[in-house]
Structures are given as C-alpha cells and as structure tokens.
Nanobody, 126 residues
C-alpha cells in the first residue's frame, strides 16, 4: 500500500516563498516518477512539475508558468518529494497535490498518475 502525505502549504504575500513536502511510504520501490499538481475549485487539476526517479534520476519538467520560480526535488533517504516555490503570484493559489507513477514516462499529465496525496492548500495574497 502506498501513502503520500503533503505538508507545507499556507498563506503568503505575492513575491513570497513556500516549500511543499510530500512524504511517501509503502511500496515506493514501484515509483518511477513523481509530480506536483494543483487545482482551483471549478477548474481541472493541472500539472506543475515532475521528476524522474530512475537512471535519469533528477530529470525534471515544469509547466511554463512556473519555470524559473518553482523547483522540484527529492530526498531519497527520506522518501520525500519537495516543491520550492519562489516569487509566488496570486494565480498560484490552489490546492497542491503530489502524485506518483510507475514506468516508463514522466509527464505532467493527471491521468498518467496512479497514486495521489490529499493535498495541501496554498494561498497567495496580492
């Protein structure tokens, strides 16, 4: 059984920073890729960033609107995924979810992911 637990969300002013964490437990050896997604009420969940965990460990991808501001990373010893978010904007306000999937791709596509956390809220005030 797999469990993903997010933390680190909160409220910040525009221009501020937050670091989200996602602690993974269970059969994490099946993970080949992990990602961060976000969702605003009334809108579809969207991909934010993804990172490969295999031989190309560390290969990342980002949605255009967060490139240069967000950084996805992992601490393998702690089985933890991170999302460092800098220069936050009001449009980054959303519930943020971490997710994991097996082989062989590592896209920021919601339907590709098998395992999901419960989410952590981020609010950016203007």
């Amino acid at each position: 059984q797999v469990q993903l637990v997010e933390s680190g969300g909160g409220s910040v002013q525009a221009g501020g920073s937050l670091r989200l964490s996602c602690a993974a437990s269970g059969n994490t050896y099946t993970f080949w890729c992990m990602g961060w997604f976000r969702q605003v009420p009334g809108k579809e969940r969207e991909g934010v960033a993804a990172i490969r965990l295999d031989g190309a460990r560390g290969t990342t991808s980002y949605r255009d609107s967060v490139k240069g501001r967000f950084t996805i990373s992992t601490d393998n010893a702690k089985n933890t995924l991170y999302l460092q978010m800098n220069s936050l904007k009001p449009e980054d306000t959303a519930m943020y979810y971490c997710a994991a999937k097996g082989r062989w791709s590592c896209p920021t596509v919601v339907s590709e992911y098998n395992y999901w956390g419960q989410g952590t809220p981020v609010t950016v005030a203007s």
